[in-house]
């Protein structure tokens, strides 16, 4: 039976031409029930106020970095969206008198203008948030060497030979309207991808690279990041991919309320319990990672009820 079109964009993939049957039992997971699905391989973990939300995450760098060695270097790839936690990172390393000598960071992605990554003097650049927010409020004495922070870039090469280099102790992420982690966004509705779409074998062998945003996706930053111009948020981004998220030795994915919303929450949460992963919705392939954990700020989670407003 062909999936129906999407009723966010007709010409895409997304969460909306699931079959409903998966869409009427998210929508009706309580708290308990979504916590009841965590498994081997997916842990749900419950926090109950903001502040230890973004303590923990926060501290997920420090246990990164202090594994960190000569011999061993280890490092974190970190998001934009939360970034609540980058400043207690920095004030972290800080208090505790941590050398970033061995220790490295990635950045997950970069907006793409004119077919290359947009400089760190735009104002939406991700490499630049991190800097300000995190790695430039780091004592010099402890700062993290240059050539240990790695940002996505049009040539993509020396980006993804860096996590063939270091271990990968954690990939952080966020989860976005259209159900993303990353910019790994749903696939275009064309080609030989018209009537269904990629299998999760296929998605799972892509790599770093310049990828098309899903209008929802375009959206949510002009919202959240733009004030509403949505005429100045790119349409294309440079994105890790499933080839290096699977080199990390747990993702750990951070839902605030603030990105996506109740029912969002609920379905990723549901398709990875249940390991139903399908290329529509990106975050429900992290069901085949051997290592994934889910962190909920409780109010966040909010109710999945219809009603008018």
């Given at each position: 039976?062909?999936?129906?079109?999407?009723?966010?964009?007709?010409?895409?993939?997304?969460?909306?031409?699931?079959?409903?049957?998966?869409?009427?039992?998210?929508?009706?997971?309580?708290?308990?029930?979504?916590v009841?699905?965590?498994?081997?391989?997916?842990?749900?973990?419950?926090?109950?106020?903001?502040?230890?939300?973004?303590l923990?995450?926060?501290?997920?760098?420090?246990?990164?970095?202090?594994q960190?060695?000569?011999?061993?270097?280890?490092?974190?790839?970190?998001?934009?969206?939360?970034?609540?936690?980058?400043?207690?990172?920095?004030?972290?390393?800080?208090?505790?008198?941590?050398?970033?000598?061995?220790?490295?960071?990635?950045?997950?992605?970069?907006?793409?203008?004119?077919?290359?990554?947009?400089?760190?003097?735009?104002?939406?650049?991700?490499a630049?948030?991190d800097?300000?927010?995190?790695f430039?409020?780091?004592?010099?004495?402890?700062?993290?060497?240059?050539?240990?922070?790695h940002?996505?870039?049009?040539d993509?090469?020396?980006?993804?030979?860096?996590?063939?280099r270091?271990?990968?102790a954690?990939?952080?992420?966020?989860?976005?309207?259209i159900?993303?982690?990353?910019?790994?966004?749903?696939?275009?509705?064309?080609?030989?991808?018209?009537?269904?779409?990629?299998t999760?074998a296929?998605?799972?062998?892509?790599?770093?690279?310049?990828?098309?945003?899903?209008?929802?996706t375009?959206?949510?930053?002009?919202?959240?990041?733009?004030?509403g111009?949505?005429?100045?948020?790119?349409?294309?981004?440079?994105?890790?991919?499933?080839?290096?998220?699977?080199?990390?030795?747990?993702?750990?994915i951070?839902?605030?309320g603030?990105?996506?919303?109740?029912?969002?929450?609920?379905?990723?949460?549901?398709?990875?319990?249940?390991?139903?992963?399908?290329?529509?919705?990106?975050?429900?392939?992290l069901?085949?990672?051997r290592?994934?954990?889910?962190?909920?700020?409780?109010?966040?989670?909010?109710?999945?009820?219809?009603?008018?407003h």
């Open positions: 039976m062909a999936r129906p079109l999407s009723k966010l964009a007709p010409d895409w993939w997304d969460y909306t031409t699931l079959d409903k049957n998966i869409l009427r039992d998210a929508a009706k997971l309580s708290v308990k029930d979504m009841a699905l965590s498994r081997p391989g997916f842990k749900i973990v419950i926090y109950e106020t903001l502040e230890d939300f973004y923990a995450e926060a501290l997920e760098y420090i246990e990164a970095w202090r960190a060695t000569a011999d061993e270097p280890v490092g974190i790839c970190g998001p934009i969206g939360p970034t609540e936690q980058l400043p207690l990172v920095a004030r972290l390393v800080n208090s505790l008198d941590l050398s970033l000598k061995y220790a490295h960071f990635w950045g997950m992605d970069e907006w793409v203008l004119d077919g290359g990554e947009v400089p760190e003097s735009h104002p939406l650049s991700f630049r948030c800097r300000h927010l995190c430039n409020r780091i004592r010099r004495d402890l700062a993290m060497p240059k050539q240990n922070m940002f996505p870039r049009k993509v090469r020396e980006y993804v030979k860096s996590w063939d270091v271990r990968c954690v990939m952080q992420g966020g989860q976005g309207d159900k993303h982690w990353a910019f790994n966004d749903p696939p275009k509705r064309q080609g030989r991808y018209k009537n269904h779409p990629p999760p296929e998605q799972l062998k892509l790599s770093t690279r310049i990828v098309d945003l899903h209008p929802v375009a959206m949510q930053n002009a919202r959240t990041s733009g004030g111009r949505l005429d100045l948020v790119p349409t294309q981004a440079l994105t890790v991919g499933p080839a290096q998220t699977w080199k990390a030795e747990k993702v750990s951070w839902h605030a603030c990105h996506d919303n109740a029912f969002g929450q609920r379905l990723t949460t549901l398709m990875i319990g249940k390991k139903i992963p399908d290329a529509a919705v990106p975050m429900s392939l069901a085949l990672h290592n994934v954990q889910f962190n909920f700020y409780r109010r966040g989670i909010g109710e999945c009820s219809v009603e008018m």
